[in-house]
């Protein structure tokens, strides 16, 4: 059994920064690929970014390229979401997500790609 507990989140101010923090228990993810979702209020989930088991790759979502980077410290079994200049619109809760394998864009931002899901971390951005 694997548990994905997100930190990190909270109430920042257009234009700020946020980094998030996803840490993985039960057994190691070292051969996983692992990214973040969001659900913003009203709204479908949507795939934000992902990045591959030996950190070389990573995908993004166009809403976020160039202002948000992933990262992951596998000896830590932990992946973090760097969000910089941060926009309303990025209000949302961001849920953190492990796969054993992603080949395609398409399947990065498939939920159902994903075998394990955290309980999500809101992320409020005030105008």
């Known amino acids: 059994q694997v548990q994905l507990v997100e930190s990190g989140g909270g109430l920042v101010q257009a234009g700020g920064s946020l980094r998030l923090s996803c840490a993985a228990s039960g057994r190691t993810l070292r051969s996983n690929c692992m990214g973040w979702f969001r659900q913003a209020p009203g709204e479908e989930r949507e795939f934000v970014a992902v990045?591959?088991?030996?950190?070389?790759?990573?995908y993004y979502s166009d809403s976020v390229k160039g202002r948000f980077t992933i990262s992951r410290a596998n000896s830590k079994n932990t992946v973090y979401l760097q969000m910089n200049s941060l926009k309303p619109e990025d209000t949302a809760v961001y849920y953190c997500?492990?796969?054993?394998?992603?080949?395609?864009?398409?399947?990065?931002?498939?939920?159902?790609?994903?075998?394990?899901w955290g309980q999500g971390t809101q992320v409020t951005v005030s105008s």
């Open positions: 997500v492990a796969a054993g394998d992603i080949i395609t864009t398409a399947q990065a931002r498939a939920e159902q790609s994903y075998d394990y």
């Open positions: 990045i591959s088991w030996s950190g070389a790759s990573s």
